[in-house]
């Protein structure tokens, strides 16, 4: 197995962070390589602004106010999704040790969310508007650079769509235009290695479930 092979099987959803900084000059080389990652016509079209500090608490107090105000919020899927959603949630929130039959408990695991798993950082990404699916792919290209960059310089990550679907809780924090679609929120930060939840490995299908050979 590749240096690059092991780095990739390595990586996993962190979901509970140490508050421990991110060191600038080392987000900044991540994010470096993670501009290498390919795009439609090489247009690069992420978009991230990267909260810390005093903006990342305002962030979080804007989400977290939205979210009790109106619930958690769910983004349906077609059928034949579900019940990979479902595992992963079975796996996450047992290590969490929340009950199905405790919704106020499961509403408080629900809220980490959005307080970015306790990471010191939080970036959202985004798309402008006006491009279409090509390039949303491109952003996912430069998602998994990302993630890979921080994984080499032992730094976790977690890639969130729920804080994406309160946009009116993030634009007036971080000033951002309507034109930028936004795709997900990333944490990012070290992993607190005696959390349980941080030992959770989603299981991934075979192969030949998601690719045809035709001849």
Do not use: K
């Not at 796996?91 to 980490?112: H, I, M």
């Not at 650079?145 to 993030?170: D, Y």
């Amino acid at each position: 197995m590749t240096d690059f092979d092991q780095l990739v099987r390595d990586r996993s959803s962190i979901r509970d962070f140490l508050p421990t900084p991110v060191p600038r000059d080392v987000l900044v080389s991540a994010l470096e390589t993670a501009q290498r990652a390919p795009s439609n016509s090489n247009i690069q079209p992420w978009r991230v602004v990267i909260a810390e500090g005093a903006t990342r608490e305002r962030l979080v107090e804007s989400l977290v106010t939205c979210v009790q105000t109106n619930g958690l919020g769910r983004m349906e899927l077609p059928e034949e999704y579900n019940a990979h959603r479902f595992a992963v949630g079975v796996q996450v929130y047992g290590a969490l040790g929340v009950r199905r039959d405790d919704p106020e408990t499961r509403f408080e695991a629900g809220l980490r969310n959005f307080r970015f798993f306790g990471a010191p950082t939080a970036a959202i990404v985004g798309v402008d508007s006006r491009l279409g699916l090509a390039d949303v792919a491109g952003v996912g290209m430069y998602l998994q650079t990302l993630a890979l960059a921080l994984q080499s310089h032992g730094i976790g990550s977690c890639m969130q769509v729920a804080p994406a679907m309160f946009p009116e809780a993030i634009r007036p924090v971080l000033n951002l235009p309507e034109s930028l679609n936004l795709v997900c929120a990333v944490s990012i930060g070290y992993a607190n290695p005696d959390a349980p939840v941080n030992s959770v490995r989603a299981p991934r299908d075979p192969v030949s479930e998601n690719v045809t050979f035709l001849e």
